[in-house]
């Protein structure tokens, strides 16, 4: 029963270096890189810095943890292999001083996470300055929608941010339950209907950030992103009074067209344009233009683009809310023509 | 109590056929079978669910299945792994193992412990029966409200949700009632609580977790079923209910559900390595201790799913606070087994290669745990494939390496026919570099930002390289367990027969026959060790001669020993209750019908071997 045939250690250590030989090329060929846009791990705001900070901390311990741990794992299994007429080893029960000094170990440990973390957690849920920039940030089924009531700007699924301004969310929901998450700026935050939310942090580095609802919230739970810009000194000032404006009026026949048709059909029951409807179920379209994606970050603002979507939405976003209104070839051309006039 | 029919071993499939003797078998080594081989099926129902999920994956804009699809396997994948695979598996364990290793002939109550297996299918069926209908359940394992309310799930597939699982909680609740009855009182003598084998420990604090965990998700599905069939508002924020309670509810009952899916494998891997380094665990008591520490803490930890909801610094600190707790009896726990196998001598079977599996990739997914229990860190990484990663590591890393563990170690014991080393030992290396190649590429995933529960992603995000990885990865899985079932075909059709006690084990269930005769010990057996087998064949170590193996139980004693016989009331009553159960989906007049019927059951169920005390009447 013991005997051992030499060919099974053998060919476990050849499928193991294998193992290894192969995930290590894989590695190495493609890389892991962290730089990519919505990596957790590239933090561009104070929020994420701090919770980067504790997450490198536990990682270097765990890290340490997991070579000792595995380390003496694999020892053991060389060290104490059963030899041929191998004794029966000594029936050794415990060592309490032993037990008792790792049980320490760990909570000694444990405690230099627990220090920081509840630092941080403090420091992070803290009431935001007074002269804090408030953004209410509403989450649907399925897309984002963002008010900055100081400034009277209601837009959708495209964020604007100054950098270096502490920005409080005011996060909350009139469906289910989203989860309001920038990676690159930092962790996320539920949007709970009946409740208000907040995070609050002060983004540090210009440049175009994605973010996407992380709580399973339905059918297109997946299709519910979102764009952020957060703009260099002064250049925020620019994009609040283009928004400010009033929406501007079509040149073109075409637009023109559209948006007649616009304030005759049911576009305006859900959909506000100011001076044309007040629709309040979908996104504001003011400036519907100037956003460089739309249908909750799902495609390019084009023409092409924008056709298809009035046609059929729920073929580009499964399970979309807004009807499909029966608009064809002409009619949803001028559609497109309009919004995208709307810079 | 009642025997009055006694039943003689060795003749319940003589008057009836096979099939009727399964039916209506009380025998727990039976019901372990039955639900072994059922929890095995769902196994593969649910890696089917996760095969296909993972193809949708494999590149970005996948236009393999649809969201409502996807939506569906994935729910039905976790509802499946948790209730209808993970835990019946190690209620095969419960049912088969635990009487052999206390030294009982049967658990406690016979008939109530076939009821659980049979209202557990009820469940498992009624669940899976959604697909048929195309409205399999669509909202998450973790079913958040009021995604669940009729207005945003309106057809039916939460009500199978709903009711499948309060079927299934009702089977573990009887079987968590049979097991405390069944450890505490029918140990063999001289068996007391600290002589007990470690998987019965482990499964003893389990069985605990269980009755105390599952009455909160009752509570949480029974508001839920009110909101969806009556109209109340418990989970409704626009009628002034929380959508929070339900989270609440769900993760009190779900964290100790984590303990109660890892507890049993811990117990497995704490019999298989003194087994196979042939000496005793290092420190017993410390790791029973840890069991029960784990079990208690396991209950004041549940707010740490819910770091991102907004429950403020104070909550937000108290369950970090917590959740760093239980991680100290945990590693005491992992450093206890490695301990188990220094200065023994350690030979390299198949069940000892998955419980090594199980330490080292347990270890990863506790670490990584570690990383999610300070909040600041958990709000960037949960409903991330970090804590998907997180998650299998422990789930799949521990319990089911574990599982595989429990069976290649008991395989011989239970069917009398050793597995085959070789195609053991290719099922380790496979499912050992298929699971790493799924879910350790997902840790990184979820570190550059990719979210759970999505059917598809965009292209620029860098994701695509690592799911291909991800799903290859879950393919070598699949091969690994074909490998697996082509191992038990050929060795029970040609293999080498077990003997008793094939391993050179240290506990009772080796000390009989393989298979085990019905009523498992001839003569119930004195215990003085919590190794009792061992000492019999070895001695202490200490210098104390071997007991010895006490003399064979002649004929006459065997003649007289009594077993419960056979009933067909707990698989009728399941029936009716399944019966009352699917008629909330059907008629009012089904579930009236279906409750009588079920209280016609439970009445013969409970008279079945009542007879007047006096000799008048029947």
Known sequence: MTTRLPSRPRFATVLLLLTVLVLASACSWVGWDWDTPMSTVMPKSDFGKM?????????????????????????????????????IPKQIHGNTPLEVSWTIAFAVILLIFVIPTIRVIFKTQEAPASTALRVEVVGRQWWWEFRYPGLRITTANELHLPVGQTVAFHLNAPDVIHSFWIPQLGGKRDVVPHRVNQLVMTPDTPGEYPGQCAEYCGMSHANMRFRVVVHPKGEFEQWVKAQQAPPVEPTDALAQQGKTLFAQSACVGCHAISG?????????????????????GLMATTA?????????????????????????????????AYLLSLK | MATHAAFMPGTEAKSHGVLWSWITTVDHKRIGILYGTSAFFFFLVGGVEALIMRLQLARPDSTLVGPQAYNELFTMHGTT?????????????FNYMIPLMIGARDVAFPRLNALSYWIFLAGALFLNASW????????????YANLTSRQFSPTASIDFWVLGLQILGISSLMAGFNFIVTIINMRAPGMTLMRMPLFVWMSFVTQFLLVLAFPAITVGLILLMFDRFFGTLFYAPAGGGDPLLWQHLFWIFGHPEVYILILPAMGIVSEVLPTFARKPLFGAPVVIYSGIMIGFFGFGVWSHHMFSVGLGPVADSAFSIATMLIAVPTGVKIFNWIGTLWGGTVRF???????????????????????????????????????????????FGGSIFGLFAGIYYWWPKITGRLLDE??????FWLMMLGFNATFFPQHYLGLIGMPRRIYTYAPDLGWYFWNLVSTIGAFVIAVSILVFMVNVVRTQRSGPTAGDDPWDARTLEWSIPSPPPVYNFARVPTVHDRDPFWLQKHGDGHGGKPAGRPAPASAAEIKAIHMP????????????????????????????????????CMFRFALEYHRPPSGGGH
């Open chain 2, 132 to 143: 048929l209908f195309g409205v399999a359940p669509d909202a998450g394992w973790f079913g």
């Open chain 2, 565 to 600: 016989p056979p009933s067909y009331w707990p698989i009728l009553l399941g029936a009716a209750f399944l019966f009352m159960m699917s008629g909330a989906l059907i008629s009012i007049y089904q579930v009236v019908l279906g409750g009588l019927l079920t209280l016609y």
């Open chain 1, 276 to 296: 044309v409807s007040a629709g309040v179920l979908g996104p504001n379209l003011n400036h519907f233009g100037s956003r460089k994606m739309f249908a909750a």
């Open chain 2, 422 to 427: 070789r195609l053991g030992k290719w099922h």
């Open chain 1, 304 to 336: 092409e683009n924008l056709t298809k979507w009035i046609e059929n939405p729920a073929h580009m976003k499964p399970g979309a809310l807004m009807p499909n209104l029966g608009m064809k070839g002409e009619q949803s051309k001028a559609l497109a």
């Open chain 2, 81 to 93: 792994m948790v209730f209808l695979a993970i835990m019946p598996l190690s209620a095969s364990f």
């Open chain 1, 51 to 87: 919770t980067h900070e504790i997450f490198m901390l536990i990682s270097w311990w765990t890290l340490g943890i997991f070579i000792l741990v595995e380390g003496a794992l694999l020892y053991c299994c060389w060290r104490f292999r059963d030899r041929p007429g191998a004794p």
């Open chain 2, 349 to 395: 079977k198949t069940p000892l290669f998955f419980a090594l599996g199980f330490i080292a990739m347990f270890t990863m997914g506790g670490l990584s745990g570690i990383m999610h229990a300070s909040p600041p860190v958990d709000l960037q990484q949960t409903d991330t494939y970090f804590v998907v990663a997180h998650f299998h590591y422990v789930l």
